[in-house]
C-alpha cells in the first residue's frame, strides 16, 4: 500500500489532478469508513478523468500530452483499456503527432476493444490515402490488428493496395500484416500467395526481410516463389536490416538443400586418415574412369561469397545465422571460415554464450580439427554460470586427441576441486569420456580418480566411483587392485549411487576378488535394512552371484538377506528377491531356467559406451530453437537432404527486356571520353565501350553492360547522394577504361537471359583470383553485374569494381591482403587501405575476387599431412642436474602468434626431489620473438610435464637460444629447427599452382636431377618422405609422373612450391619455387637425401 500511495504522487506531480491516480491502480483511503468498508476492492469511478477531460479538450497540446502519458503507462505495463472511447475519437485528428500516438494506442488495444474499433474503420481506410507513409502504414498497422473475421476483405485489399505503394515503409508494412491476416483467415492463402509473390520481386532492402518471414509464415513450402528472386536477394543481403537477414539467410538454406548437389562428396574421407588422404591422391589419376569432379553451381557460390562478409557482423543472430548456413551447405574445407566469428562471440552476455556454445559443442563432436587451435578459449572461468562451464567442458572433452590431452586434463584436475559440486561431477564424467576415447591416458585417468576416492567431498567420491566402474569394465583384468581398494573405501562412502557402483563391481568380479566380496556381503547383510533401495537391490544381485560361485562361504548369508528381501516396503525389491531365490535354490518347483542360473546372472556385459549429450542434435539445423532445447519446436521446418541430381538451374535465370535508349553514340568518337561531358554521358559512353571490348567474351560483355546501364537508367528510388556518388564513379571508371578499350556500334536492344557464368564460378571456386587480360576483367564483370542485376546501388558498384580492376593492372609492389575480408587465412595480415577509396558493405561481394597481393587467397592453410614423432635433445639429464629436455615440432598453428612455430618441450624430474620454479631466462639473439611457457611452479621425482612454446624463427635456420631456468641452476639451451619445420601446409588447385610457379622463376627456383630409390617411386612413399621432411600440403595433380606441394613460411607467409617430375629409370626431377633464396637450396638438399635413401 505504501509504494501504491508513492506511486499516486508522482504520478499527480507530473500534472494530473488531485483525484488522478496511476491506471490500474487504486488510491490509498483516507478516511477511516472508506478504509474499512472498502479497501483494496473498492471501485474508483473517477480515476483516469484528468486524462479524459485533456482528450477531449479543443487544444491540440493537451492531447498530445495525455496520449503522451498513457503511451508511458502502456510501456510500463499498465492496463489503459479504460481510455480506449476517448482516445479513439482522437483518430481523426489533423495533427500528425497526436494521430501517431493514436495510431500506436489502437495498435495495443484494437483486438481487446473490437466493437469500438470497428466504428473508426472508415477514418483507418480514409487514413490508407494520406499523404503521409507513417500515417498510411500506421492505418495499414492498425487495421490489421483487429481481429474480427467480418473485416477480411477490407484488410485483403489495404494490403494489396499497400503492396503497391510509393513508400518502401508501408510496402514493409503491408508483408507484416500479411501474417496477421493468415493467421485470423487461413481461407485467404492463394491470394496472399499473389501479394508475396509481388513483393518478393521488389528491389528495396527495407521489404526484403519482411517479405521473407511473411514467405515462412504462410507458404515456407513454395520454392518456385524463390526461383526468380534468388541472386537478387543474395545480392540485397548485406544491406538488409539485421534481423531481415536472419530470416533470409534461414530461408536460403533451405532453399540451397533443395536445389544444388552436395559439395561434401569429395571430401566424404576422414581427413584425420592419412592412408585415406593418399589413397584419395591416388584414385583421382586411375584411367579416368572415376565419378565426374564436383563442379559447385555458380548460385551455390553467390550464396556462400555473399554471406561470408556478415561474419563481422555486430549482432550475434547473423553471425550464428551464417554460421549455420555454412556449416549445412559449404564445402568441408571451407567451414574453417566461420570458426574465428563463433569463438569472438562468447566474449558476449552469458546468453548468447550458452546458445554460442551449444553450437559449437555439436559442430566439434564432427569436426574437432575446427576449433582446436582455440581451445584456450574454452577454458572454464570461476566467474562462469554452471550450465557454461558444463558445455565448455563438453567442448572440452570433444577436442581432446592424444596431442592435447595432457593439457586437458591438467586443466580438469583444476576443476574438480571447483566449489560447484555439479561442475566437479561432470569434470568426472568427462575425465572418464576422455580415458575412453583415448586409450594411451586410461591408466592415467583411472589413477587419478582412484586419488579422488580419498576426496572429502561426497558428490566427487561418488561421482568417481561411477566413472571408474564404467571404465573397469573395458579392461576389468587389470585392474583388480583397484576393485578392492574401493572395496576398502566402501564403508567411508554413503552416496548411494557409488555404494551400488561397487557392489555391482564386486557381483560382476567376484571371481577375481574372492576374498573381499563375501566379507563385502556379510556387511550388507547388516546394514541392509536402512540402506536405500537402489543399494538393496545390488546387495540381492551380489549375494546371488556369490551364492553361484562360492556358495559354501556365502549360502547362508544368501538366504538370510534373501529373508529380508522378502518381507522389504519396496514391491521392486520384493519381487526381485522372489526370482533370484527360484532361480538359484534348487526346490521342487524349479522349473528349467534353474539350469541356466549361471549363463543369465554372471554372462559377460557390453562395457558402457561414454558418448556425448549433445551427439545427436545434430539431426536439428543449427541456431535454431529446436537445437537448442533437443526437442522439435512447433514451426520448426527440417532441412531436407541434397538432391541426387540438381534440378534445372534456368529457373533461377531472370529474362530482362531492356528499353529502347534514346541516345546513341557519335560515330566518330575516340577512345578518350572529353572532361566536359557530363556524368550521365561518360555512364552510357562508358557501357558502350565496355561492350564492345574483349574477343570471345564480347557478347556477354555486350548484354551485361546493356542491363547496367539500364538498370541506373530506371533506377529512380536512389537518394541524391548515392546519384551523385554513382556519377562520379562513373567518371573516373570511364576515363580510366577508354584509355584501353575500343569503341563498337551500338547492337539494337535485345531480351536476354540473366545467367552467371561458368568462369566466374571457375574463378570463385578456386579462390577468387583476379582476372589479369582485359576480357577476363569484362567477363567477370559481367558475371557480377548479372547476378546482382536487381541491386539498388548496381550502377555505383560496377563502376568501383571497373576501377579496382584497372589499378590492379599497374599494381606491381605486392601489399597484404585487405584484412576485413581475410577471413579463410589463418594468419592476420597487416591491413593496407586505399587512401581515397571508401568501402562500403554492398562492395564486399564484388571485391571477394579481387587479390591485391602477390600471395593470393587461394592459397589456404591447411592440416599437416603427416607430423613426424621424432624428438631432439634439448637439455641431457646430467648436465641438466637431473633435469632432462626433449622437444618436437607438433605442426600445429603457433596459438599464441599466427607467425610463430609451435614447439613441444617435454620436462622430466629424474632426481629424487622436487624441482622448482622452472622458466625460461635470457634469450639470443636479442631481437628473437618468443613466446614462454607459464612457470611451473614444482615437478616432482620422476614426474613428467609438456608445454607448449612459440618461437619465431623469421624464416630462418638460426637456432633459438635460451635459459632454462630453476630456482637453483640456469641451463644454456638451443633449438635448431630444420628447414621443413618453418613451413605451414597449404591447399591449392593445380591451376592456381601454376599460376604461382610462373611467378616464382629465375632466381627463385632451385632444381635438381636425383636417383629415386625403388621404393620411392610410387605417389605414397613420395607424398610421405616429403611430408617427413617439410610441413607441406599435397596439390592435386592430373599427371601420375608429376607430384606437387605446396606451403607456406610461417613468418611472413612466402610461397613455397615443391615439384618432382618422375622420369625414366628411376630418374627425377626436384624443383623448388620461392622467394626465399637461402631457404630453397636448403630444402632441397633435404629432399634429395629423403627420396634417395630407401
Known amino acids: 500500500m505504501l509504494s501504491m500511495s508513492t506511486n499516486n504522487v508522482s504520478y499527480n506531480d507530473q500534472g494530473g489532478s488531485d483525484s488522478a491516480v496511476e491506471v ?6 483516507t478516511s477511516s469508513n472508506a478504509g474499512a468498508g472498502f479497501g483494496l476492492f473498492s471501485t474508483n469511478f473517477k480515476k483516469n478523468d484528468d486524462l479524459k477531460e485533456m482528450l477531449e479538450s479543443n487544444k491540440d497540446s493537451l492531447k498530445l500530452d495525455a496520449m503522451k502519458r498513457i503511451i508511458a503507462l502502456i510501456a510500463k505495463g499498465k492496463n489503459a483499456s479504460e481510455l480506449f472511447p476517448a482516445v479513439v475519437k482522437n483518430v481523426a485528428s489533423k495533427n500528425i503527432e497526436l494521430k501517431k500516438l493514436v495510431y500506436v494506442y489502437l495498435v495495443r488495444y484494437a483486438e481487446e476493444q473490437q466493437d469500438l474499433a470497428l466504428l473508426s474503420i472508415s477514418t483507418f481506410q480514409r487514413a490508407l490515402k494520406d499523404p503521409n507513409q507513417l500515417i498510411r502504414a500506421s492505418a495499414l498497422r492498425v487495421l490489421s490488428s483487429i481481429r474480427v473475421p467480418i473485416i477480411v476483405p477490407i484488410m485483403m485489399l489495404a494490403i494489396k493496395e499497400a503492396a503497391s505503394d510509393m513508400s518502401p515503409y508501408v510496402r514493409k508494412t503491408s508483408a507484416h500484416a500479411i501474417q496477421k491476416l493468415y493467421s485470423l483467415d487461413p481461407d485467404q492463402k492463394e491470394h496472399l500467395i499473389e501479394v508475396i509473390d509481388k513483393l518478393l520481386k521488389d528491389k528495396s532492402t527495407l521489404v526484403a526481410g519482411s517479405v521473407v518471414m511473411a514467405f515462412e509464415e504462410v507458404c515456407p513450402d513454395r520454392i518456385d516463389l524463390i526461383h526468380k528472386n534468388y541472386r537478387k536477394l543474395c545480392n540485397l543481403l548485406v544491406d538488409v536490416e539485421e534481423w531481415g537477414q536472419v530470416v533470409i539467410i534461414t530461408m536460403l538454406t533451405r532453399y540451397a538443400r533443395t536445389q544444388f548437389t552436395s559439395p561434401w562428396k569429395e571430401d566424404g574421407l576422414d581427413e584425420n586418415s592419412e592412408t585415406a588422404f593418399y589413397e584419395s591422391d591416388e584414385k583421382k589419376t586411375k584411367n579416368g574412369d572415376e565419378k565426374k569432379s564436383y563442379v559447385m553451381d555458380p548460385d551455390h557460390r553467390l550464396l556462400l561469397r555473399n554471406t561470408k562478409p556478415l561474419l563481422q557482423s555486430r549482432n550475434t543472430a547473423v553471425v550464428v545465422s551464417v554460421a549455420q548456413l555454412y556449416w549445412h551447405l559449404a564445402p568441408k574445407h571451407e567451414v574453417g571460415v566461420i570458426t574465428k566469428s563463433l569463438v569472438r562471440l562468447l566474449r558476449s552476455h552469458r546468453e548468447v554464450q550458452y546458445v554460442v556454445l551449444q553450437n559449437i559443442a555439436t559442430m566439434s563432436i564432427q569436426r574437432k580439427g575446427m576449433f582446436e587451435p582455440y581451445m584456450k578459449s574454452f577454458y572454464v572461468r570461476s566467474t562462469d554460470a554452471t550450465h557454461i562451464k558444463s558445455l565448455k567442458l563438453e ?5 581432446a586427441n592424444e596431442a592435447n590431452i595432457s593439457t586437458i586434463l591438467r586443466e580438469f584436475q583444476t576443476y574438480v576441486k571447483s566449489q560447484d559440486k555439479q561442475f566437479a561431477a561432470g569434470t568426472i564424467q568427462a575425465i572418464g569420456r576422455c580415458a575412453t576415447n583415448i586409450s594411451e591416458v586410461t591408466d592415467t585417468c583411472l589413477q587419478g580418480l582412484v586419488l579422488l576416492l580419498s576426496n572429502r567431498d561426497e558428490t566427487v567420491v561418488a561421482e568417481s566411483v561411477v566413472v571408474i566402474k564404467k571404465l573397469l569394465q573395458t579392461q576389468p583384468t587389470q585392474h583388480s587392485d583397484i576393485i578392492k581398494h574401493m572395496a576398502k573405501l566402501f564403508d567411508n562412502i554413503a552416496v548411494p549411487m557409488a555404494r551400488a557402483s561397487i557392489l555391482w563391481l564386486m557381483g560382476e568380479y567376484c571371481e577375481r576378488v574372492p576374498q573381499i566380496a563375501p566379507d563385502v556381503l556379510r556387511k550388507m547383510a547388516k546394514s541392509f535394512t536402512s540402506e536405500e533401495d537402489i543399494v538393496k537391490l545390488q546387495t540381492v544381485n551380489l549375494a546371488a552371484k556369490l551364492y553361484l560361485t562360492n556358495s559354501k562361504q556365502t549360502k547362508l548369508l544368501t538366504q538370510y538377506i534373501l529373508n529380508l528381501g522378502k518381507y522389504d516396503q519396496n514391491y521392486d525389491i520384493r519381487d526381485r528377491t522372489r526370482f533370484i531365490r527360484q532361480l538359484i535354490v534348487p526346490n521342487e518347483k524349479s522349473g528349467a531356467l534353474g539350469k541356466y542360473a549361471r549363463r543369465i546372472l554372471l554372462a559377460p556385459k557390453p562395457a558402457p559406451v561414454l558418448e556425448s549429450t549433445y551427439k545427436d542434435r545434430d539431426r536439428y539445423q543449427l541456431g535454431t530453437l529446436s537445437h537448442t532445447i533437443n526437442t522439435k519446436a512447433s514451426g520448426y521446418l527440417e532441412l531436407s537432404d541434397w538432391p541426387a541430381v540438381a534440378p534445372d538451374q534456368s529457373v533461377r535465370n531472370v529474362e530482362v527486356i531492356e528499353p529502347v535508349k534514346e541516345w546513341a553514340p557519335s560515330p566518330g568518337k575516340t577512345g578518350k571520353s572529353k572532361l566536359s561531358k557530363s556524368s550521365d554521358d561518360k555512364f552510357y559512353s562508358d557501357s558502350g565501350e565496355e561492350k564492345g571490348s574483349g574477343s570471345s567474351s564480347s557478347d556477354d560483355s555486350s548484354s551485361s553492360s546493356e542491363e547496367s546501364s539500364s538498370e ?3 533506377d529512380e528510388e536512389k537518394s541524391s547522394e548515392e546519384s551523385d556518388k554513382s556519377s562520379s564513379q562513373s567518371e573516373k571508371s570511364s576515363s580510366e577504361s577508354d584509355s584501353e578499350q575500343k569503341k563498337t556500334t551500338k547492337k539494337p536492344p535485345q531480351k536476354k537471359t540473366v545467367k552467371p557464368t561458368a568462369k566466374d564460378s571457375d574463378s570463385d571456386e578456386n579462390g577468387n583470383v583476379a582476372k589479369e587480360t582485359s576480357s577476363s576483367s569484362a567477363e567477370e564483370t559481367s558475371s557480377g553485374s548479372e547476378s546482382g542485376s536487381d ?17 590492379l593492372k599497374m599494381e606491381v609492389k605486392s601489399t597484404k ?10 594468419t592476420p595480415t597487416p591491413v593496407t587501405r586505399p587512401k581515397t577509396s571508401v568501402l562500403s558493405p554492398s562492395l564486399l561481394g564484388d571485391l571477394e575476387g579481387l587479390s591485391l597481393s602477390n600471395n593470393s587467397s587461394t592459397i589456404q592453410v591447411s592440416c599437416p599431412a603427416f607430423v613426424p614423432e621424432k624428438s631432439h635433445d634439448l637439455l641431457h639429464r646430467m648436465t641438466g642436474k637431473g ?43 636479442t631481437g628473437l620473438n618468443m613466446h614462454c611457457f607459464n612457470t611451473i611452479e614444482c615437478l616432482l621425482p620422476e614426474a613428467s610435464v609438456t608445454v607448449s612454446l612459440g618461437v619465431d624463427f623469421n624464416d630462418s635456420t ?14 644454456s639451451v638451443s633449438i635448431q629447427p630444420a628447414v621443413g619445420e618453418l613451413f605451414l601446409p597449404a591447399t591449392m588447385t593445380e591451376q592456381d599452382f601454376r599460376k604461382e610457379q610462373g611467378k616464382l622463376l629465375g632466381m627463385n627456383e632451385s632444381s635438381a636431377t636425383i636417383t629415386m630409390a625403388a621404393e620411392n617411386t610410387t605417389r605414397q612413399p613420395i607424398s610421405r618422405q616429403v611430408a617427413t621432411v617439410a610441413n607441406l600440403g599435397v596439390v592435386p595433380s592430373g599427371q601420375d609422373n608429376i607430384h606437387r606441394f605446396a606451403g607456406k613460411t610461417a613468418s611472413s607467409g612466402a610461397v613455397v612450391l615443391v615439384t618432382v617430375e618422375l622420369r625414366e629409370s628411376s630418374a627425377a626431377l626436384i624443383t623448388i619455387n620461392t622467394e626465399k633464396s637461402v631457404m630453397g637450396p636448403m630444402l632441397l638438399r633435404d629432399l634429395k637425401r629423403a627420396l634417395a635413401r630407401a
Open 24 to 29: 490500474g491502480q487504486e488510491t490509498t483511503p
Open 395 to 399: 567442448i572440452l572433452t570433444s577436442l
Open 712 to 714: 541506373a537508367e530506371s
Open 791 to 807: 541491386a539498388d546501388s548496381h550502377s555505383g558498384t560496377e563502376h568501383k569494381r571497373t576501377k579496382s580492376k584497372a589499378k
Open 817 to 826: 591482403v585487405v584484412s576485413l575480408l581475410d577471413l579463410d587465412d589463418f
Open 883 to 925: 633435469l632432462s629436455a626433449q622437444y618436437q615440432f607438433p605442426r600445429q598453428p603457433c596459438l599464441y602468434e599466427p607467425t610463430m612455430v609451435s614447439v613441444q618441450i617435454s620436462l622430466t624430474n629424474t632426481t629424487d626431489h622436487p624441482l622448482e620454479q622452472i622458466h625460461i631466462g635470457d634469450r639470443s639473439p
Open 958 to 971: 638460426q637456432a633459438a637460444n635460451f635459459q632454462l631456468c630453476t630456482k637453483e641452476d640456469q641451463f
